[in-house]
């Protein structure tokens, strides 16, 4: 609600100001949504089709099980694939950590959650194009790995 | 001849992605009809989704409006453009750092850096932090996980994405490339 406040008040000051500008402020507004609507939409079925496919329950099974190296790919491509918003992601990864899973795996869930995006893929293609939004998320799958592995080391939990 | 066939097969993808548009509402609507478990819970995902959505985007593009007719090219290109060097990639972190919505806002907020003469690295490393370092997440990361999990993160994540980044702009400035 404040962000509408913030965004209204500068908004009216424009207006006040410079009516013309402001219009012309609003139209991009209004053509930039519109340029992005069909992969907005794709990534809006794709997220409600994910949320169903991974509900919070059976994430925390697919990360709890099986062998570590295993874990780790399992956690990395659940993370790239999950559309899980940040106020979700961390209390559950608060309950993994409670559920005795590794900081190693809930570092590669939640990296990959934030810099690997399979559902919000449609809309960063529009801005970037295919090929340049794919090395970007190849290059964040490979960080969040480079990640969980020193978080790993860190907590004693992986020894060279 | 090699044009009309990219044309269509851009316009066989289209429909095809229409027809899928029109195939999962159809499933929607069946499934609310006839109170098919499955269907109405990816129903009920999406106007979840969608009301999150409809916070938070009408306002960002307004704002990404603004900022396009009142921040001229003059004050945006010194920091983040070539001449900006640390700086930018600074400025670029703490923007990311302080914003609402993750990629879905910092990716057409990057269009509109771009247009006004941010450099590409300084871009990447924009769309790169927005997804890491956003402080309210991070102040809820770190209620969850300690501290520590999260300096770690960050100090390996940062420098790593900065990287990253300006290999991505060098390797781009050998093609035609730019941001819609």
Not at chain 1, 67 to 77: E, G, P, T, Y
Not at chain 2, 21 to 27: E, G, H, P, R, T
Not at chain 2, 94 to 123: C, E, Q
Not at chain 2, 164 to 176: D, N, V
């Amino acid at each position: 609600m404040l962000f509408w406040l913030i965004t209204g008040i500068l908004l009216l000051f424009s207006f006040l100001v410079d009516p013309d500008k402001s219009r012309k402020a609003v139209r991009i507004a209004y053509q930039r949504l519109l340029a992005i609507f069909p992969s907005l939409l794709a990534m809006l079925i794709l997220v409600s089709l994910v949320l169903y496919l991974f509900p919070q329950d059976r994430i925390i099974f697919y990360l709890g099980n099986g062998r570590k190296i295993v874990n780790i790919i399992i956690a990395a491509l659940v993370g790239s694939i999950a559309a899980v918003p940040g106020f979700i992601a961390f209390p559950l990864a608060g309950i993994l950590r409670d559920n005795g899973i590794s900081y190693t795996i809930i570092a590669v869930f939640t990296t990959t959650l934030m810099m690997v995006g399979v559902t919000t893929f449609p809309v960063e293609v529009t801005y970037l194009g295919k090929k340049v939004a794919l090395i970007r998320n190849i290059i964040g799958f490979v960080i969040a790995l480079i990640v969980a592995l020193l978080i790993g080391l860190y907590f004693g939990e992986v020894t060279l | 001849m090699k044009k009309r066939q990219t044309k269509g097969k851009s316009r066989f993808l289209k429909n095809l992605y229409w027809m899928g548009v029109l195939v999962y509402f159809i499933y929607l609507l069946y499934s609310w009809l006839f109170q098919v478990p499955s269907g109405r819970e990816i129903g009920q995902n999406l106007v979840a989704y969608l009301l999150t959505m409809g916070k938070i985007l009408p306002c960002s593009f307004i704002l990404i409006g603004l900022f396009e007719v009142w921040i001229p090219r003059e004050i945006v290109e010194p920091h983040l453009g070539y001449q900006g060097g640390i700086r930018g990639y600074i400025l670029a972190i703490v923007l990311a750092g302080t914003m609402a919505g993750g990629l879905l806002v910092a990716l057409p907020v990057s269009s509109a850096l771009y247009h006004k003469g941010a450099r590409l690295s300084v871009i990447f490393t924009f769309l790169g932090a927005s997804a890491v370092v956003r402080i309210p997440m991070t102040l809820f990361e770190v209620s969850f996980l300690g501290v520590e999990f999260t300096a770690v993160r960050w100090l390996v994540s940062v420098p790593l994405i900065i990287i990253s980044s300006l290999f991505l702009e060098k390797y781009l400035s050998k093609e035609k490339f730019g941001i819609k």
